[in-house]
């Protein structure tokens, strides 16, 4: 604008002299309109009919860009839909007419031809799809030409059927054995994308899914009637696999999901539980046979699918707590405690490795494996006992020369069983009892073991359950250094007398036992005594008392024929046999009242001293098995044995006798009714008025790393408490309960 | 308290004792709870007629003279022999307990000076006549809901023996029958079997005044009883018990 003002000034300078508009038009004539389209028209056959070489580019597209700037837009758009629509109808026919399997490659060919034809024409007529198409908002070139193949070609009523059919029946034929041309399917289907997502899904995604849908639907029904499990599911998983390569090969990729997820429904969705549940072949046998293959298989299967795997974990869970509740109910079993240990132990690590190997270490797994163990190890009350028997057989022989890293693995599982006990406390009570023989006998296999069982436990349950145990060896280091002090001091007074080595347990730290001390001979109480003198001037204002259950004695004794032998045997065998120094027999009832020994523990040492095969040292009349009150005793002349050292003691921890049980059961509620009242005045002080139930939930939440308290036990409690004056209910709402300050 | 009104209060105390013969107590009591109107006062002393009733403290001192052992300043157990017999009433009967209750008695079978003279005075009466006038009024109380219940609960502290701090059982049973035939609960007896047979010991207060809101409000069919009710654990056994028993209804 800039020249023009300055013209103007000038001009003004030369007066009035103007610039204006063109005043003549250059006007397109109709006629020359007309001729140009039909140049281009004439174009556009020769590109269709493949003779596009001889065309000059410039010029046409000059031809095109002229009708456009002369308004005549509307002229050359509608020729050109005209045209196409024309040549594509001829291309319809043609195509139709292929026979067969000539017909795809036909269609392909031609599209490819299409596709050139199209770009060429869009490029001769840029300007117009650039200025006329958005302005009188019509569709550009190329999409046009896109277009009008779908509507003439593809879905030309003698095209669409055949062509869907023939697609599906190429993927049916690869489905059944047959190689197919891929490449030549890839291109169709290509092509159906590039006319739109829309035509791709309804012309042949849509019914490609039906089809599988129903092919997989007859062909799981096939397979299911005579294919075991695992079978089956390699199939499956075959059928999969080669769905996801098809269409890596020539479907759309957005079409995996759906034909994936088809086949996912028909062939393991809707026969989940009869693959499960089959007979012989269905997850429990495979879990039996430690089928990794399989069960791996049926895993990474089933999780695609809804509740897939909640299937697998349910039936699993099932069967476990079958099992497990048939293991620990097993009588024949229950007779050995260790053995039912290691059953149980063995049965973990199996369904451990299961889990790890095949079930890709699914944490869900491993909690149903931890609910169903911590529901049948509960079945059985004696588990408690039982797991503290089966350390104490590890401890005490069975892991003798044991590393230490295979010691800790064995500790270890042992300590994943002892997660699952609900009574705790039981356990406790056993374990202390089982140590404290381990411990006073000397028969421990490693002293870290003993320890590293200890830090586990105080791991686990807290610094309270472990104390007391702690306590036990501290006794036990403590006594060693005091025997040696005795001996040092008191060498010269003792002389000749029995050697003695005593072991002084605190009380409350040990298991009690309260029994009676027996008689002791009367050489073994004179060095006690001493002892005792020398013990108490030491630690005056403390009292000692003689356990004689639990202790041991060297004897040695001469049999007939001068032959010798040193016996080992408890305290109470060695009061019964000094007795045989002044006497060749005696009767069941001088023994008893000679050494006071409690019937039961005297019956049972008797026993062992006359009625055990090769530990015979006493002669029993009548020779029954059993010891009764008339039977009468010897000395047995005639004993022999190849070892010189002859074992005879009883001091090992055994499975408990009934009544036995039955006094630990009792003592173990009655340690509960404190720890109940404690956690009820704890929680009561805190929330200073509640109501019963939720008493009951925070008492058993509280508690619940021991023991599971009985919620009647609880009330009762919380009724003790009330007359006691601790709590009081509430005088408005008789549920709830208030803390008494 | 007197000192502490103003005179126009003084003036209306004066008149209502004059005209109704109450106590200066009385007299208080009813104008502080008529907001000091002397008409109103008036309605609410005629509506309750035991407080209209003089007692004269020299017949209460002679009458416990005469009930009174003559070792030790109770009422004990032949004292009170002689009152019921001089009240034409049996020593079992209901009623004692109702009297015993008025009197605020800490021990069954014995009253002391306080409380035999002070609970008749808050009955209103001064003389054996006018307590035996009374006592059907006594035995009426039973029937009301909220008194009742204070009879009951304490009958609990009232029968113990001194210095126990539960109720003994034979005791209990025995209370027991005579207050559920008064306010009649059909499973009395099987309550008390049950206890016999199964218990066998003291019964805790808080077993004895649960028990009463069981009865309360339990049918005796047990249809709506709740396993989750709190109540004592004694009578969720007794509730198995008779289920067991097949004397209710299986509760499956």
New interface residues.
Partial sequence: MNSQSQSQSQSQRRKNFKIEAFKHKVELDPKYAERTWKVLEHAIHEIYNNNASRLSFEELYRSAYNMVLHKYGDKLYSGLVATMTAHLNKIAKSVESAQGGLFLEKLNHKWADHNKALQMIRDILMYMDRSYVPTSHKTPVHELGLNLWRDHIIHSPNIQARLQDTLLDLVQRERTGDVINRGLMRNITKMLMDLGSSVYQDDFEKPFLDVSASFYSGESQQFIECCDCGSYLKKAERRLNEEMERVSHYLDAKTEVKITSAVEREMIANHMQRLVHMDNSGLVNMLIDDKYDDLSRMYSLFKRVPEGLSTIRDVMTSYLRERGRVLVTDTERLKDPVEFVQCLLNEKDKHDKIISTAFNNDKTFQNALNSSFEYFINLNNRSPEFISLYLDDKLRKGLKGASEEEVEVVLDKVMMLFRYLQEKDVFEKYYKQHLAKRLLSGKTVSDDAERSMIVKLKTECGYQFTSKLEGMFTDMKTSEDTMLDFYAKQSAELGDGPTLAVQILTTGSWPTQLTAACNLPPEILTVCEKFRTYYLGTHSGRRLTWQTNMGTADIKATFGKGHKHELNVSTYQMCVLMLFNSADGLTYREIEQATEIPALDLKRCLQSLACVKGKNVLRKEPMSKDISEEDVFYFNDKFTSKFVKVKIGTVVAQKESEPEKQETRQRVEEDRKPQIEAAIVRIMKSRRVL???SIVAEVTKQLQSRFLPNP?VI??RI?SL??REFLE?DKAD??LYRYLA | MMSKLGRGQKDKVQQFMAITGASEKVALQALKASDWHLEGAFDIFYSQPQIRAVTDTRHLEELYKRYRDPDVDMILVEGISLLCNDLQVDPQDIVMLVLSWHMKAATMCEFSCQEFIGGLQSLGVDSIPKLREKLPSLRNELRDEHKFREIYNFAFSWAREKGQ??LALDTALGMWRLLFSEKHWPLVEHWCQFLQVRHNKAI????WS?LL?FVKTIDPQLSNYDE???W??LI?EFVEYLTENGIVPSRK
């Avoid at chain 2, 805790?204 to 077993?207: A, E, G, L, P, V």
């Fill in positions: 109501d019963h139930n009647v009330k009762k009724e009330i007359e209910r008789r549920k | 701090k539960p805790s207060r808080d077993t649960q809101e989750e009710g709190a004592p654990y969720d």
